[in-house]
């Protein structure tokens, strides 16, 4: 461990799973799913990653990339990269430490701290981790009060689940009936139910989905130390 980092290895230590990670902040007016977004602010998103829960420092701001862009996790070094896309109205973040498959649950803990920083805007949060089996975290809050958490390993039972699918739909103004279509069973048990494709569903209501030709910013962050220690056991450890 040096100054500039709470790591217990070495930058080019290989990561032994891969994912996929992000929490996006939709705020009233909401777009709608045929809105225009306004173009990428690189100056909302560094102040939007420095106050991020995960991060303890911005230590440097890398080349923009295309938001469509994939996210490599190769080596240590790639878990302090995170990306920050700001177009008007909606925020996203992908970053590493929200995956987890321990007892801690950064994509809730991080989308209620969102939630209450802006009061007026929609929160929706994934994350997901290859651990032999996929093991999944969503959260889907709506300011008017509405929310679901649910995280488990896929297939798999005792899950954790928090609030309440139906009212979320409710609070979405959702069609169930589309939501079968997009085969959504609102009936399904929490190991089976398609969260990835609900949380999906949601943020379409409010936000549109097609992220072709938007930029992010990039920046290489020290994360937290008690973030830093998960990480590790994630994505390091076999």
């Known amino acids: 461990m040096t100054e500039d980092t709470f790591w217990n290895v070495d930058e080019d230590h290989e990561v032994v799973r891969y994912g996929e990670f992000a929490l996006t902040v939709v705020r009233a007016p909401f777009p709608g799913g045929a ?4 173009a990428h602010d690189p100056e909302r998103a560094r102040e939007f990653v420095a106050a991020f829960g995960t991060v303890d420092a911005v230590l440097e701001e890398l080349a923009p990339v295309g938001a469509t862009e994939g996210v490599e996790l190769a080596t240590r070094a ?15 973040i ?3 430490a929200l995956g ?39 959260a889907v809050l709506h300011p008017d009060g509405a929310g679901v958490f649910a995280a488990g390993w896929h297939g798999e039972g005792d899950w954790d689940v928090e609030g309440d699918v139906r009212a979320v739909v409710e609070a979405f103004g959702i069609d169930e009936e589309e939501l079968a279509e997009e085969g ?10 398609d969260w990835d494709g609900f949380a999906q569903f949601a943020l379409g209501q409010v936000a549109p989905l097609n992220q072709e030709g938007r930029t992010v910013s990039v920046f290489r962050v020290r994360h937290t130390e008690d973030t830093t220690f998960d990480m590790e056991e994630t994505w390091l450890e076999e």
């Open 35 to 38: 809105g225009v977004l306004a």
């Open 78 to 92: 790639d878990l302090d990269v995170v990306r920050v896309g700001c177009w008007g109205g909606v925020t996203e």
């Open 94 to 96: 992908v970053d590493a």
């Open 100 to 138: 987890n498959v321990g007892d801690d649950f950064p994509v809730w803990e991080q989308a209620r701290a969102l939630a209450k920083r802006y009061p007026d805007a929609v929160v929706i949060g994934a994350a997901t981790v290859e651990h032999g089996s996929t093991y999944g975290a969503w």
């Open 184 to 193: 959504v069973d609102l009936d399904d048990d929490a190991e089976v139910f």
